[in-house]
């Protein structure tokens, strides 16, 4: 059974950075978007940022844009989230995912319903 595992995540504060890496294992990503959610305490799972398969285009939530980089390390099967100027309302368990349809362009915010494999979740929280 292939998985996502994430790593990275910590306890830092506000305007800090922090990298997250998504490591694949046992599963196929050479051809299919890469993704980050991320789930506060209460409220529902949200999209953070996309990679399509071949790296070259990228999508973000407003929310991040401009503070998050995401990137992906095709030879190691690893995307990456670098998060710049943290906030406290960053603060959430942060979920890689791989995308259901191969070769899939990103143009938009992702849906849950977009990715079939998960990773279990790496909390950051940024204190104020």
């Known amino acids: 059974q292939g998985q996502l595992v994430e790593s990275g995540g910590g306890l830092v504060q506000a305007g800090d950075s922090l990298r997250l890496s998504c490591a694949a294992s046992?599963?196929?990503?050479?051809?299919?978007?890469r993704a980050w959610f991320r789930q506060a305490p209460g409220k529902e799972r949200e999209f953070v940022a996309a990679?399509?398969?071949?790296?070259?285009?990228?999508f973000y939530a407003d929310s991040v844009k401009g503070r998050f980089t995401i990137s992906k390390e095709n030879g190691k099967n690893t995307v990456y989230l670098q998060m710049n100027s943290l906030k406290a309302e960053d603060t959430a368990v942060y979920y890689c995912?791989?995308?259901?349809?191969?070769?899939?362009?990103?143009?938009?915010?992702?849906?849950?319903?977009?990715?079939?494999?998960w990773g279990q979740g790496t909390q950051v929280t940024v204190s104020s």
């Open positions: 995912a791989r995308d259901r349809k191969e070769f899939r362009a990103i143009v938009r915010n992702q849906a849950e319903y977009d990715y079939d494999y």
């Open positions: 990679i399509d398969w071949s790296g070259h285009s990228v």
């Open positions: 046992g599963v196929d990503t050479a051809i299919y978007a």
